[in-house]
Protein backbone atom coordinates (compact mmCIF):
# COMPACT_ATOMS: atom_id res chain seq x y z
CA UNK A 1 0.00 0.00 0.00
CA UNK A 2 2.88 2.56 0.97
CA UNK A 3 4.56 1.98 -2.37
CA UNK A 4 1.22 2.54 -4.63
CA UNK A 5 0.65 5.80 -2.33
CA UNK A 6 4.57 6.58 -3.59
CA UNK A 7 4.07 5.95 -6.93
CA UNK A 8 0.57 7.80 -7.11
CA UNK A 9 2.47 10.65 -5.30
CA UNK A 10 5.25 10.59 -7.93
CA UNK A 11 2.63 10.60 -10.98
CA UNK A 12 1.05 13.53 -9.50
CA UNK A 13 4.36 15.80 -9.13
CA UNK A 14 5.62 14.45 -12.52
CA UNK A 15 2.03 16.28 -13.77
CA UNK A 16 2.34 19.44 -11.96
CA UNK A 17 5.98 19.81 -13.54
CA UNK A 18 5.36 18.83 -16.40
CA UNK A 19 6.35 21.71 -18.19
CA UNK A 20 9.65 21.13 -16.72
CA UNK A 21 9.88 17.81 -17.10
CA UNK A 22 8.66 18.46 -20.85
CA UNK A 23 11.90 20.89 -21.46
CA UNK A 24 13.99 18.61 -19.70
CA UNK A 25 13.14 15.67 -22.31
CA UNK A 26 13.68 18.26 -25.17
CA UNK A 27 16.99 18.91 -23.72
CA UNK A 28 18.00 15.28 -23.09
CA UNK A 29 15.68 13.64 -25.04
CA UNK A 30 18.36 10.65 -26.15
CA UNK A 31 18.08 9.46 -22.58
CA UNK A 32 14.56 9.34 -22.16
CA UNK A 33 13.64 6.28 -22.88
CA UNK A 34 16.32 5.05 -20.76
CA UNK A 35 14.91 6.69 -17.99
CA UNK A 36 11.64 5.19 -18.26
CA UNK A 37 12.67 1.34 -18.82
CA UNK A 38 13.90 1.01 -22.26
CA UNK A 39 17.37 -1.03 -21.55
CA UNK A 40 19.77 -0.33 -24.38
CA UNK A 41 21.22 -2.98 -26.47
CA UNK A 42 24.54 -2.19 -25.89
CA UNK A 43 24.11 -2.66 -22.45
CA UNK A 44 22.88 -6.29 -22.50
CA UNK A 45 25.61 -6.49 -24.83
CA UNK A 46 28.06 -5.93 -22.34
CA UNK A 47 26.74 -7.59 -19.37
CA UNK A 48 26.43 -10.67 -21.74
CA UNK A 49 27.52 -14.28 -19.68
CA UNK A 50 29.01 -12.07 -17.18
CA UNK A 51 28.38 -11.06 -13.24
CA UNK A 52 27.32 -7.45 -12.51
CA UNK A 53 28.00 -4.53 -10.17
CA UNK A 54 25.78 -1.96 -10.66
CA UNK A 55 27.42 1.77 -9.68
CA UNK A 56 25.41 4.69 -9.73
CA UNK A 57 26.70 8.31 -10.15
CA UNK A 58 24.14 11.00 -10.19
CA UNK A 59 26.32 13.68 -11.82
CA UNK A 60 29.98 14.82 -13.04
CA UNK A 61 31.38 15.55 -9.09
CA UNK A 62 30.07 11.51 -8.75
CA UNK A 63 31.25 10.04 -12.25
CA UNK A 64 34.60 11.90 -10.87
CA UNK A 65 35.04 10.17 -7.33
CA UNK A 66 33.67 7.21 -8.57
CA UNK A 67 36.45 6.40 -11.20
CA UNK A 68 39.26 5.25 -9.23
CA UNK A 69 36.63 3.53 -7.21
CA UNK A 70 35.56 1.54 -10.56
CA UNK A 71 38.36 0.88 -11.46
CA UNK A 72 39.36 -0.69 -8.50
CA UNK A 73 36.46 -2.75 -8.10
CA UNK A 74 36.80 -4.51 -11.33
CA UNK A 75 40.19 -5.48 -10.51
CA UNK A 76 39.38 -7.19 -7.21
CA UNK A 77 36.42 -8.65 -9.02
CA UNK A 78 38.67 -10.50 -11.61
CA UNK A 79 37.69 -12.35 -14.81
CA UNK A 80 34.03 -12.68 -15.63
CA UNK A 81 32.69 -9.75 -14.30
CA UNK A 82 31.63 -6.18 -15.19
CA UNK A 83 31.12 -2.95 -13.83
CA UNK A 84 27.99 -0.82 -15.32
CA UNK A 85 27.26 2.83 -14.61
CA UNK A 86 24.25 4.57 -14.49
CA UNK A 87 23.80 8.96 -14.58
CA UNK A 88 20.92 10.96 -13.72
CA UNK A 89 22.42 14.22 -16.08
CA UNK A 90 23.49 14.37 -19.37
CA UNK A 91 27.15 15.79 -18.24
CA UNK A 92 27.36 13.16 -16.02
CA UNK A 93 26.51 10.63 -18.68
CA UNK A 94 29.03 12.85 -21.29
CA UNK A 95 31.72 12.08 -18.73
CA UNK A 96 31.21 8.75 -17.64
CA UNK A 97 31.39 7.47 -21.39
CA UNK A 98 34.59 9.36 -21.85
CA UNK A 99 35.89 7.60 -18.67
CA UNK A 100 34.31 4.05 -18.64
CA UNK A 101 34.78 3.69 -22.53
CA UNK A 102 36.41 1.78 -24.24
CA UNK A 103 35.46 -2.33 -25.43
CA UNK A 104 32.67 -1.76 -23.14
CA UNK A 105 31.35 1.83 -23.65
CA UNK A 106 27.97 0.68 -23.72
CA UNK A 107 28.15 0.09 -20.24
CA UNK A 108 27.35 3.33 -19.00
CA UNK A 109 23.30 4.32 -19.21
CA UNK A 110 21.02 6.78 -17.81
CA UNK A 111 19.45 5.76 -14.39
CA UNK A 112 15.59 4.75 -14.44
CA UNK A 113 13.10 7.26 -13.23
CA UNK A 114 11.69 5.04 -9.56
CA UNK A 115 8.59 3.76 -11.38
CA UNK A 116 8.40 -0.20 -10.90
CA UNK A 117 8.27 -0.87 -14.44
CA UNK A 118 11.30 0.96 -15.19
CA UNK A 119 13.43 -0.33 -12.17
CA UNK A 120 12.44 -3.41 -12.65
CA UNK A 121 13.25 -3.40 -16.65
CA UNK A 122 17.03 -3.02 -15.66
CA UNK A 123 16.93 -5.46 -12.92
CA UNK A 124 16.09 -8.53 -15.05
CA UNK A 125 18.38 -7.45 -17.88
CA UNK A 126 21.15 -6.68 -15.06
CA UNK A 127 20.51 -8.96 -12.58
CA UNK A 128 23.03 -7.13 -10.64
CA UNK A 129 24.84 -9.06 -7.51
CA UNK A 130 25.12 -5.45 -6.36
CA UNK A 131 24.00 -1.69 -6.51
CA UNK A 132 26.32 0.81 -5.41
CA UNK A 133 24.87 4.25 -5.07
CA UNK A 134 27.43 7.21 -4.70
CA UNK A 135 26.76 9.58 -1.62
CA UNK A 136 22.99 10.15 -1.21
CA UNK A 137 20.97 8.51 -4.23
CA UNK A 138 17.99 6.66 -2.47
CA UNK A 139 14.65 6.15 -4.14
CA UNK A 140 12.55 4.43 -2.36
CA UNK A 141 10.85 2.61 -5.50
CA UNK A 142 14.48 1.30 -6.62
CA UNK A 143 15.27 0.00 -2.81
CA UNK A 144 11.88 -2.32 -2.59
CA UNK A 145 12.49 -4.04 -5.92
CA UNK A 146 16.00 -4.82 -5.16
CA UNK A 147 15.06 -6.22 -1.81
CA UNK A 148 12.42 -7.87 -3.69
CA UNK A 149 15.10 -9.20 -6.31
CA UNK A 150 17.37 -10.08 -2.98
CA UNK A 151 20.26 -7.48 -4.93
CA UNK A 152 21.90 -5.87 -1.69
CA UNK A 153 22.58 -2.09 -1.57
CA UNK A 154 25.33 -0.15 -0.74
CA UNK A 155 25.69 3.57 -0.40
CA UNK A 156 29.51 4.58 -1.30
CA UNK A 157 30.80 8.23 0.10
CA UNK A 158 27.94 8.53 2.02
CA UNK A 159 27.04 11.89 3.16
CA UNK A 160 24.09 14.01 4.92
CA UNK A 161 24.12 17.34 4.67
CA UNK A 162 22.84 19.90 7.09
CA UNK A 163 19.36 20.61 5.18
CA UNK A 164 19.15 16.75 4.87
CA UNK A 165 19.94 15.87 7.86
CA UNK A 166 17.20 18.16 9.23
CA UNK A 167 14.45 16.95 6.97
CA UNK A 168 15.54 13.59 7.79
CA UNK A 169 14.82 14.36 11.70
CA UNK A 170 11.25 15.38 10.91
CA UNK A 171 10.21 12.48 8.99
CA UNK A 172 12.20 9.88 10.25
CA UNK A 173 9.54 7.89 10.85
CA UNK A 174 9.09 7.42 7.04
CA UNK A 175 12.37 8.16 5.86
CA UNK A 176 14.13 5.75 8.68
CA UNK A 177 12.45 3.01 7.10
CA UNK A 178 13.94 3.87 3.53
CA UNK A 179 17.46 3.99 5.47
CA UNK A 180 16.89 0.44 6.68
CA UNK A 181 16.43 -1.00 3.75
CA UNK A 182 19.90 -0.24 2.32
CA UNK A 183 22.34 -3.17 3.79
CA UNK A 184 25.89 -1.31 4.04
CA UNK A 185 26.36 2.78 4.36
CA UNK A 186 30.02 3.64 3.65
CA UNK A 187 29.99 7.16 5.15
CA UNK A 188 32.71 9.97 4.87
CA UNK A 189 32.73 10.85 8.22
CA UNK A 190 32.13 10.11 12.03
CA UNK A 191 29.72 12.42 11.44
CA UNK A 192 28.31 11.77 8.61
CA UNK A 193 27.53 8.18 10.39
CA UNK A 194 25.90 9.11 13.07
CA UNK A 195 23.68 11.56 11.15
CA UNK A 196 22.48 8.19 9.08
CA UNK A 197 21.95 6.14 12.39
CA UNK A 198 19.77 9.38 13.76
CA UNK A 199 17.99 9.49 10.93
CA UNK A 200 16.99 5.51 10.87
CA UNK A 201 20.01 3.63 9.66
CA UNK A 202 20.68 0.63 11.24
CA UNK A 203 23.88 1.28 13.40
CA UNK A 204 25.48 -2.68 12.38
CA UNK A 205 24.76 -1.30 8.55
CA UNK A 206 26.95 1.98 8.89
CA UNK A 207 31.18 2.40 8.78
CA UNK A 208 32.71 5.90 8.34
CA UNK A 209 35.63 4.94 6.05
CA UNK A 210 36.80 8.20 4.63
CA UNK A 211 36.28 10.58 1.83
CA UNK A 212 36.68 8.92 -2.01
CA UNK A 213 37.42 12.77 -3.13
CA UNK A 214 40.63 12.60 -0.97
CA UNK A 215 41.59 9.87 -3.28
CA UNK A 216 40.96 11.98 -6.76
CA UNK A 217 43.28 12.68 -9.05
CA UNK A 218 42.97 14.64 -12.14
CA UNK A 219 43.62 13.07 -15.65
CA UNK A 220 46.92 12.65 -16.80
CA UNK A 221 46.56 14.55 -19.91
CA UNK A 222 44.35 17.64 -20.70
CA UNK A 223 44.62 19.48 -23.97
CA UNK A 224 42.78 22.02 -22.35
CA UNK A 225 44.58 22.60 -19.49
CA UNK A 226 47.80 22.31 -21.55
CA UNK A 227 46.62 25.16 -24.22
CA UNK A 228 45.48 27.62 -21.51
CA UNK A 229 49.55 27.07 -19.79
CA UNK A 230 50.88 27.87 -23.04
CA UNK A 231 48.59 30.32 -24.23
CA UNK A 232 49.21 32.30 -20.88
CA UNK A 233 53.25 32.41 -21.96
CA UNK A 234 53.96 33.33 -18.24
CA UNK A 235 50.93 35.10 -17.11
CA UNK A 236 49.35 34.96 -13.73
CA UNK A 237 46.46 32.27 -13.66
CA UNK A 238 43.77 32.43 -11.17
CA UNK A 239 40.77 29.53 -11.48
CA UNK A 240 37.54 30.84 -10.49
CA UNK A 241 35.94 26.68 -10.07
CA UNK A 242 32.50 25.17 -10.06
CA UNK A 243 31.08 28.69 -9.81
CA UNK A 244 27.21 29.19 -9.26
CA UNK A 245 24.19 31.37 -10.26
CA UNK A 246 22.19 32.86 -7.55
CA UNK A 247 19.28 35.18 -7.50
CA UNK A 248 20.75 39.09 -6.94
CA UNK A 249 24.05 38.39 -8.56
CA UNK A 250 26.11 35.16 -10.00
CA UNK A 251 29.43 34.30 -8.42
CA UNK A 252 30.75 35.51 -11.63
CA UNK A 253 29.73 38.58 -10.97
CA UNK A 254 30.85 38.88 -7.41
CA UNK A 255 34.54 37.53 -8.72
CA UNK A 256 34.76 39.80 -11.75
CA UNK A 257 33.62 43.22 -10.01
CA UNK A 258 34.90 42.74 -6.48
CA UNK A 259 37.84 39.98 -7.08
CA UNK A 260 39.56 40.54 -10.15
CA UNK A 261 38.31 44.20 -10.57
CA UNK A 262 41.63 44.74 -7.81
CA UNK A 263 43.81 41.76 -9.04
CA UNK A 264 43.29 43.70 -12.96
CA UNK A 265 44.21 46.78 -10.92
CA UNK A 266 47.93 45.85 -9.23
CA UNK A 267 48.23 42.49 -12.24
CA UNK A 268 47.34 43.89 -15.07
CA UNK A 269 48.25 40.70 -17.57
CA UNK A 270 46.64 38.16 -14.93
CA UNK A 271 44.38 35.29 -16.96
CA UNK A 272 41.31 34.47 -15.09
CA UNK A 273 39.51 30.94 -15.75
CA UNK A 274 36.15 30.62 -15.28
CA UNK A 275 34.46 27.72 -14.85
CA UNK A 276 30.89 27.29 -14.03
CA UNK A 277 29.59 24.38 -12.41
CA UNK A 278 26.56 23.67 -14.93
CA UNK A 279 26.69 23.52 -18.42
CA UNK A 280 23.82 25.48 -19.45
CA UNK A 281 25.42 28.60 -17.91
CA UNK A 282 28.26 28.32 -20.37
CA UNK A 283 26.70 31.09 -22.52
CA UNK A 284 25.63 33.52 -19.90
CA UNK A 285 29.19 33.42 -18.37
CA UNK A 286 30.78 33.87 -21.49
CA UNK A 287 28.25 36.74 -22.48
CA UNK A 288 28.79 38.51 -18.86
CA UNK A 289 32.35 37.92 -18.64
CA UNK A 290 32.65 39.86 -22.34
CA UNK A 291 31.63 42.66 -20.76
CA UNK A 292 34.93 42.97 -18.22
CA UNK A 293 37.43 42.55 -21.18
CA UNK A 294 38.23 40.24 -24.04
CA UNK A 295 37.03 36.76 -23.43
CA UNK A 296 37.49 33.30 -24.99
CA UNK A 297 36.27 29.90 -24.46
CA UNK A 298 38.06 27.03 -24.09
CA UNK A 299 36.15 25.11 -27.01
CA UNK A 300 37.56 28.46 -29.22
CA UNK A 301 41.02 27.25 -27.83
CA UNK A 302 40.46 23.71 -29.04
CA UNK A 303 39.46 24.64 -32.31
CA UNK A 304 42.78 26.61 -33.21
CA UNK A 305 44.51 23.50 -32.26
CA UNK A 306 47.81 25.40 -31.28
CA UNK A 307 48.84 27.10 -28.48
CA UNK A 308 49.18 30.94 -29.62
CA UNK A 309 49.82 33.60 -27.01
CA UNK A 310 46.48 34.92 -25.31
CA UNK A 311 45.35 38.21 -25.89
CA UNK A 312 42.29 37.68 -23.98
CA UNK A 313 42.10 38.32 -20.17
CA UNK A 314 39.39 35.88 -19.49
CA UNK A 315 38.87 31.88 -20.70
CA UNK A 316 35.45 30.41 -20.02
CA UNK A 317 36.04 26.47 -19.22
CA UNK A 318 32.88 25.59 -21.33
CA UNK A 319 34.54 21.44 -21.42
CA UNK A 320 33.84 18.48 -19.05
CA UNK A 321 36.24 17.20 -17.20
CA UNK A 322 38.98 19.10 -17.27
CA UNK A 323 38.88 21.60 -14.62
CA UNK A 324 40.88 19.39 -11.91
CA UNK A 325 43.85 19.24 -14.82
CA UNK A 326 43.17 23.12 -15.23
CA UNK A 327 43.49 24.04 -11.77
CA UNK A 328 47.15 22.29 -11.83
CA UNK A 329 48.62 24.88 -14.17
CA UNK A 330 47.16 27.71 -11.68
CA UNK A 331 48.28 30.24 -9.48
CA UNK A 332 45.39 30.48 -7.08
CA UNK A 333 42.32 28.63 -7.19
CA UNK A 334 38.81 30.20 -6.22
CA UNK A 335 36.23 27.54 -4.89
CA UNK A 336 32.84 28.24 -5.61
CA UNK A 337 29.39 27.57 -4.42
CA UNK A 338 30.80 29.46 -1.54
CA UNK A 339 30.36 33.08 -1.88
CA UNK A 340 26.82 32.23 -2.46
CA UNK A 341 25.47 29.80 0.18
CA UNK A 342 25.49 26.63 -2.05
CA UNK A 343 27.22 24.54 0.88
CA UNK A 344 30.06 24.76 -1.57
CA UNK A 345 32.11 22.61 -3.78
CA UNK A 346 35.67 20.44 -3.42
CA UNK A 347 38.77 21.93 -2.56
CA UNK A 348 40.45 19.03 -3.15
CA UNK A 349 40.98 19.23 -7.23
CA UNK A 350 42.69 22.02 -6.95
CA UNK A 351 44.44 21.45 -3.41
CA UNK A 352 46.34 17.86 -4.68
CA UNK A 353 48.31 20.65 -6.95
CA UNK A 354 50.31 22.60 -4.20
CA UNK A 355 47.77 25.52 -4.89
CA UNK A 356 46.38 28.04 -2.69
CA UNK A 357 42.74 27.80 -2.40
CA UNK A 358 40.80 30.41 -1.67
CA UNK A 359 37.02 29.43 -0.43
CA UNK A 360 33.67 31.98 0.66
CA UNK A 361 32.02 30.92 3.95
CA UNK A 362 29.58 28.54 2.94
CA UNK A 363 31.39 25.03 2.54
CA UNK A 364 29.10 22.81 4.81
CA UNK A 365 28.90 20.32 1.79
CA UNK A 366 32.61 19.78 3.04
CA UNK A 367 32.58 20.40 6.31
CA UNK A 368 34.82 17.52 7.61
CA UNK A 369 37.38 18.67 4.49
CA UNK A 370 37.40 22.13 4.51
CA UNK A 371 37.44 21.45 8.57
CA UNK A 372 41.23 19.64 7.92
CA UNK A 373 42.59 21.70 5.55
CA UNK A 374 41.77 25.14 8.51
CA UNK A 375 43.33 23.32 11.40
CA UNK A 376 46.15 22.81 8.70
CA UNK A 377 46.26 26.55 7.85
CA UNK A 378 45.45 24.72 3.92
CA UNK A 379 42.85 26.86 2.83
CA UNK A 380 41.79 30.63 2.92
CA UNK A 381 38.17 31.31 3.92
CA UNK A 382 36.77 34.36 2.93
CA UNK A 383 33.95 35.88 4.30
CA UNK A 384 32.71 38.93 1.81
CA UNK A 385 33.68 40.25 -1.51
CA UNK A 386 36.67 42.57 0.68
CA UNK A 387 38.47 39.43 1.99
CA UNK A 388 38.15 38.00 -1.65
CA UNK A 389 39.73 40.97 -3.04
CA UNK A 390 42.55 41.48 0.16
CA UNK A 391 43.04 37.59 0.23
CA UNK A 392 43.60 37.30 -4.12
CA UNK A 393 45.94 39.83 -3.91
CA UNK A 394 47.73 38.45 -0.91
CA UNK A 395 48.53 35.39 -2.82
CA UNK A 396 49.53 36.50 -6.13
CA UNK A 397 51.69 38.87 -4.26
CA UNK A 398 53.51 37.00 -1.81
CA UNK A 399 54.35 33.84 -3.74
CA UNK A 400 56.72 32.15 -0.79
CA UNK A 401 53.64 32.41 1.38
CA UNK A 402 51.05 31.08 -1.08
CA UNK A 403 53.50 27.91 -1.77
CA UNK A 404 53.63 27.11 1.63
CA UNK A 405 49.78 27.45 2.34
CA UNK A 406 49.39 25.40 -1.05
CA UNK A 407 51.82 22.64 0.20
CA UNK A 408 50.05 22.56 4.02
CA UNK A 409 47.06 22.06 2.09
CA UNK A 410 48.79 19.11 -0.17
CA UNK A 411 49.73 16.89 2.70
CA UNK A 412 45.99 17.15 3.94
CA UNK A 413 45.02 15.71 0.82
CA UNK A 414 47.47 12.74 1.20
CA UNK A 415 47.12 11.72 4.48
CA UNK A 416 43.40 11.61 3.90
CA UNK A 417 43.84 8.91 1.00
CA UNK A 418 42.78 5.38 1.64
CA UNK A 419 39.20 5.62 1.24
CA UNK A 420 39.45 4.26 -1.83
CA UNK A 421 40.76 0.83 -0.92
CA UNK A 422 38.54 0.43 2.06
CA UNK A 423 35.40 0.90 0.20
CA UNK A 424 36.29 -1.75 -2.83
CA UNK A 425 37.57 -3.99 -0.16
CA UNK A 426 34.01 -3.90 1.42
CA UNK A 427 32.02 -4.32 -1.92
CA UNK A 428 33.88 -7.05 -2.53
CA UNK A 429 33.23 -8.40 0.77
CA UNK A 430 29.57 -8.12 -0.30
CA UNK A 431 29.33 -10.20 -3.41
CA UNK A 432 31.75 -12.95 -2.01
CA UNK A 433 29.62 -13.88 0.75
Request: hydrophobic fraction near 50%; charged fraction near 25%; proline fraction near 3%.
Amino acid sequence: MGMALYSLLLVVALAVCSPWWLARMVRYRAGMGQRLGRVPEELRAAVAERQVVWVHAVSVGEVLAGTRLVGELEEALGVGWVVVVSTTTATGQALAKERFGGADSGRVFYYPLDFAWAVRAYLRALQPKLLVLMESELWPRMLVECGRAGVPVAVVNARVSDRSYARGLRVRAVWGRVLRRVDLFLAQSEEDARRLVAMGARVDAVRAIGNLKYDVRAAKASRVAELIKEAAAGRKIVVAGSTVGGRCASEEQIFLQEGMGAVWQSYSDTLLVLAPRHPERFDEVYELASHFGATVRATQLLQRGEATALTERIVVLDTIGDLAAVYGVADVAFVGGSLIPRGGHNPLESAQFSLPVVMGPSYENFRDVVGKMIAEDGIRIVQDKAELETALIELLTDREAARAMGERGRRVFEQQQGATGRAVAALVGMVQR
